[in-house]
C-alpha cells in the first residue's frame, strides 16, 4: 500500500510562486507513475500535471502550461509541482496520486491519493 503526503500550499499572492511537494511511502517509487490533480470550490477535479516513473515522460495541463513544472526525485520518493505566476484562478486543494506502471508513461486513472494540500492565491 502506498502513502502520499502533499506539503507545500499556502496562502500566496498573485504572481508569486510555490512548490508542491509529495512524499510517497511503502512501494517503490519509481515505478510508480505520478500525477497532480486540484479541485476548486465547486467545481470538478482538473488534471493537471503527469510525469512516468523516470520521469521522461510528462504531461502539463494547457491551462498552465508554461506556469506549472513537474519533476521528480526517485532517490527522495518525492514529486514536485513548481507553480509560477499565480493567478486567482489556481486557488484549488491540490491532490497528489500515484500509480504502479509497468511502462514509462504518464497514465490518466490512480490508485493511491493524497490527502491534498490548500493552495490560495489573493489579488
Known amino acids: 500500500q502506498v502513502q502520499l503526503v502533499e506539503s507545500g500550499g499556502e496562502l500566496v499572492q498573485a504572481g508569486g510562486s510555490l512548490r508542491l511537494s509529495c512524499v510517497a511511502s511503502g512501494g517503490t517509487f519509481s515505478s510508480y507513475a505520478m500525477g497532480w490533480f486540484r479541485q476548486a470550490p465547486g467545481k470538478e477535479r482538473e488534471y493537471v500535471a503527469a510525469?512516468?516513473?523516470?520521469?521522461?515522460?510528462?504531461y502539463v495541463a494547457d491551462s498552465v502550461k508554461g506556469r506549472f513544472t513537474i519533476s521528480r526525485d526517485n532517490a527522495k520518493n518525492t514529486v514536485y509541482l513548481q507553480m509560477n505566476s499565480l493567478q486567482r484562478e489556481d486557488t484549488a486543494v491540490y491532490y497528489c496520486?500515484?500509480?504502479?506502471?509497468?511502462?514509462?508513461?504518464?497514465?490518466?486513472?490512480?490508485?493511491?491519493w493524497g490527502q491534498g494540500t490548500q493552495v490560495t492565491v489573493s489579488s
Open positions: 510525469i512516468s516513473g523516470s520521469g521522461g515522460n510528462q
Open positions: 496520486a500515484g500509480r504502479w506502471s509497468l511502462f514509462d508513461k504518464v497514465v490518466i486513472e490512480y490508485d493511491y
